[in-house]
């Protein structure tokens, strides 16, 4: 940065004129090499290695997360970047209007580990999931997508909680998390996707699988007028 330090056996001194850099791509980031071994490592920019994942607040405001603002543009930027996206802890919780869709293969949506809290809002009796994991884009398969470490609650504007729309016919509007192919242009369109350690709350159903192959269902649980149903 333009600057040499040194240690007067006191304190550490900075001698010369910092440098002012905004463009960070002109920046280089070097790993260290592991204990004992030389260093192979390859320089890249530091730009390049933020870049290695997203996290959802690089596309919100500073205040996302707070309870208040529509987080819903901010979900669906970072997903259709197609990398894997890590979700922080919010300070209240993030709020969302609409369905987060996932249909890139090897996508991924990664909460903190104190799940972070994800209140889809609707209008009275409307139905749609928070979260679905479902075919490509172009129809054919999405394989080894993943969802870890969230919580979904279901509310209605106006009202709170309110009680779930429950039917007598099964639908993934129903739903408050979809892993389904929808029946596209590849059999079973999803395989192998990863559902782990995923809290759904005011949904008549918890979790619908359709149309899907090899799922993977860890440590997942719906819960309505505090009562917990575990879903195996």
């Not at 707070?66 to 997903?79: C, M, R, S, V």
């Not at 809290?199 to 309505?224: E, L, M, P, W």
């Amino acid at each position: 940065n333009g600057l040499q330090y040194h240690f007067d056996g006191v304190k550490w001194l900075a001698q010369g004129t910092p440098s002012s850099v905004s463009d960070l791509s002109a920046v280089n980031f070097t790993q260290k090499a592991a204990l004992g071994l030389s260093n192979a490592a390859t320089a890249r920019s530091v730009q390049n290695k933020l870049e290695d994942f997203v996290s959802v607040r690089d596309f919100g405001p500073a205040t996302m997360g707070d309870g208040t603002n529509d987080d819903t543009l901010a979900f669906k930027a970072a997903l259709a970047t197609g990398k894997p996206v890590y979700v922080p802890r919010p300070t209240n919780f993030y709020k969302i209007f609409d369905t987060l869709t996932i249909n890139t293969s090897y996508q991924a949506l990664i909460g903190d580990e104190s799940m972070p809290l994800i209140k889809l809002f609707v209008a009275a009796n409307e139905n749609k999931p928070a979260l679905q994991i479902t075919e490509a884009a172009d129809g054919n398969i999405n394989q080894y997508s993943r969802i870890e470490n969230l919580y979904f609650i279901r509310q209605v504007i106006g009202v709170g909680d309110g009680v779930p729309n429950y039917n007598q016919v099964l639908t993934e509007d129903l739903a408050g998390v979809v892993v389904s192919g929808h029946g596209a242009l590849a059999a079973a369109a999803v395989k192998y996707p990863r559902v782990s350690n995923i809290r759904v709350g005011n949904f008549a159903i918890g979790f619908y699988f359709a149309d899907c192959v090899s799922v993977t269902v860890h440590k997942c649980f719906t819960q309505n007028n505090d009562t917990m149903y575990t879903n195996e």
